[in-house]
């Protein structure tokens, strides 16, 4: 998506060879126009596809994924961090091991949000080695519902995470796949 490469470039921070800092227009600044425009781009990716719900993870997976719900006029879910215990028997939990953090996760999504056999598209922020997109995955299969479609807003593909979801068997349509960020730079694949 050319509008998100123009974006990546103009305004992205590359912290190191791993890690690249979008925090002006997706990880704590929000560019709703070009959020909208990503949301569009993933239901054209997915034409002819139909879904019942979008699900994603908070925070920063929420402004793409609502503007997909959007323009699917679905609703949203996004799973939670944090469990709240008082209403754990009614959560579907699972524990994700974050890579770039160092830090297992709990996510959690109230079993009420979700049912068996709705279809369901997965959008994230950022695939890097797709714990998250697979505890995600997890949950919805856990439910008896099915993971439909996987949109990734930028896609790390130097780690494993989209190899892996495509050898699982899911679709994933990354609107940016980021070869390198060797040199201080980003080279798109
Ligand atoms: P994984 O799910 O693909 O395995 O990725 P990982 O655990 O390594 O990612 C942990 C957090 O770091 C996630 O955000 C993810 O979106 C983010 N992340 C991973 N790589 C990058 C990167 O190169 N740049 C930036 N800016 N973020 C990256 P989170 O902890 O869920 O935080 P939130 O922002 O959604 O609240
Ligand atoms: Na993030
Ligand atoms: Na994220």
Redesign the pocket.
Known sequence: MKALQDKIRQDGIV?NE??????SF??HMVDPQLMLEVGQEFVKRFEGLTFDKVLT?????IAPAIMTALTLQVPLIFAR?HKSLTLQDDLYVET??????QVH?EITIARKFLAPGERVLII????????????MARIIESAGATVSGIGIV?E?SF?E?ALKLKDAGYRVESLARIGS?AGEKVTFL
Request: overall charge neutral.
């Open positions: 912290l791993k890690v690249l800092k979008v925090d997706l990880n993870l908070e925070s920063s997976g961090k994700v091991y974050s890579f770039t953090k996760n994230d922020d950022f695939l890097a080695y797709g714990e998250a997109t697979f505890g930028i790390k780690q995470g960020l």
